[in-house]
């Protein structure tokens, strides 16, 4: 019998009001959550707060619109900054949707009945990372006494900041204190490094984009949508083929702006030989952004390469699941390194105070953390290559790529937890998925391990269309990709549970 105790529908992941995933236990319930099915829907309580308003923001917002006179029959988005309520209305661009402040609290308000703008504003917010913080959202309710307390967690009593910096320099060691710029979410390091370094090569006429491999759908969104046309936008399906890379440097020439990487690859976990990416970068003029989210930039050693790196906070520094965060890391020797920096830090949204408290009292944990995991990760694998009703298995360590990770590792066992796999009979995605007890939902990295059925959670437009499906397959990805990530529990439990679910009838 599994150790693991079965998680109901919607329940937390952690048991924390400020949580980042949340359980969905059943494929019916995944693709409930796709479909905003309200039988499915009506049970969460959180979820990844780039997706899900949080209860506390959907409280501080209702009572924003039952008291404001001006909010009547609205719906209201708050955003993390006035900045941010600016430049959601600039993107809105539609008479109906309007400004709104209240004290500190700001936002975008549109008629209710307007699902069209609701549905740009929600996009627009989740791709760049520009919700309101629960944390925030929570103080906002605790000095309308619409709540008594706060919730109670362990918090960094001195300076979140240089706490933060002070670790993130080990990962880091080229950065200085001014190189390492903190943000609210990976994605909004992503948007403000992307939108710094575009406006920056536009100025010099770089306008094209090069998407390299297959990328964290918000990163492909805001390579897609914010280019300065659609021509501008090139992906290059095989991290691998330098050649055809180079060919494609050679063909645009002196308008490319930029290379987006991911190191390695999300969810096929494949890194390129980034030396070789970084020269070839740095000859035709272009701007390298590396993502190194999947493994931890306290697994690899990626900043010498890039011009910046740009990271996600919440995946494995972040342990405990319980906030969001991120980090764009300015390459200090790279030619633009001065300009690129002024400009993130001026477009990068404020971390929340509270937020960086809690990320400075749990950031020590990470060597720590990141040891137990790397142990139980190698094992896990070893499970998975060799059970008969698996397919294909995908890790840091993969003989195509691992000579380019390897490179980058800071150690030998510096694997980070990522695991993705498929199963070899078709159609067995969801008896697997229903029987397996293991925690299931979004976001990775964590102490606690998570599974998920990534392509249906990340991309539910393209596993449910003929189209979609043609475009997941042009890019060598299987609909039913598994995307697991292993946690500090006893690895013979994890595996315990994988082989009890694999047993198909």
Not at 454 to 474: K, N, Q, R, S
């Amino acid at each position: 019998m599994s150790a693991f105790t079965p998680l109901p529908l919607g329940q937390a992941i952690p048991p924390s009001a400020h949580a980042v995933s949340c359980s969905l236990p059943t494929m019916h319930s995944v693709r409930g959550y796709e479909e905003k099915n309200p039988e499915v829907v009506r049970h969460l309580t959180v979820g990844y707060p780039r997706f899900v308003v949080h209860p506390f923001a959907k409280q501080l917002a209702a009572h924003l619109v039952a008291t404001a006179p001006a909010l009547a029959g609205r719906t209201l988005w708050l955003t993390s900054s006035a900045a941010m309520a600016d430049a959601l209305l600039a993107h809105l661009a539609a008479p109906a949707a309007q400004r709104f402040t209240a004290g500190s609290a700001h936002g975008v308000s549109h008629p209710a009945a307007d699902t069209t703008l609701a549905s740009l504003a929600k996009t627009f917010l989740q791709n760049i990372g520009g919700f309101l913080s629960s944390r925030e959202a929570e103080d906002h309710l605790l000095r309308l006494g619409l709540l008594a307390a706060p919730y109670a967690e362990k918090s960094f009593a001195g300076d979140a900041a240089a706490e933060v910096r002070r670790h993130l320099r080990h990962a880091l060691p080229l950065a200085t204190d001014a190189d390492l710029i903190l943000a609210p979410s990976g994605m909004n390091a992503i948007w403000a490094a992307f939108r710094a370094a575009a406006d920056l090569q536009a100025a010099r006429g770089r306008t094209v984009w090069l998407q390299l491999g297959w990328l964290y759908l918000d990163t492909i969104a805001i390579l897609k949508k914010f280019t300065a046309a659609p021509i501008d936008y090139v992906y290059l399906r095989d991290v691998f083929d330098l050649a055809a890379i180079e060919r494609i440097f050679l063909a645009h020439g002196s308008r490319i702006a930029g290379l987006v990487a991911e190191v390695p690859t999300n969810p096929l976990i494949q890194t390129p030989d980034l030396p070789a990416l970084a020269a070839l970068c740095r000859r035709h003029g272009a701007l390298l952004l590396v993502d190194p989210s999947i493994s931890s930039v306290f697994n690899l050693d990626v900043l010498p390469h890039a011009d910046v790196v740009v990271s996600s906070l919440t995946k494995y520094t972040g342990s405990d699941g319980d906030l969001t965060a991120g980090v764009a890391a300015i390459n200090p020797t790279a030619p633009d390194a001065a300009e690129l920096r002024r400009r993130i830090t001026t477009a990068v949204e404020p971390v929340y105070p509270r937020d960086l408290a809690r990320l400075a009292a749990q950031i020590a944990d990470t060597a720590a953390v990141l040891t137990r995991i790397h142990a139980s990760t190698a094992r896990v694998v070893a499970f998975l290559q060799s059970h008969p009703a698996i397919g294909e298995v995908y890790w840091a360590h993969t003989s195509a790529s691992r000579a380019n990770y390897d490179r980058l590792a800071r150690g030998a066992d510096a694997t980070g937890g990522m695991i993705t796999f498929t199963l070899k009979k078709l159609g067995a995605l969801e008896n697997f998925y229903d029987r397996l007890n293991l925690p299931k939902g979004p976001s990775f990295g964590m102490k606690t391990t998570l599974i998920c059925p990534f392509m249906y959670l990340a991309h539910y437009d393209l596993v449910t269309t003929p189209a979609g499906l043609a475009e997941l397959a042009a890019s060598k990805l299987d609909p039913d990709l598994l995307r697991l990530c292993v946690g500090i529990e006893p690895v013979e439990d994890i595996v315990a549970s994988l082989s009890e679910a694999l047993i198909l009838p």
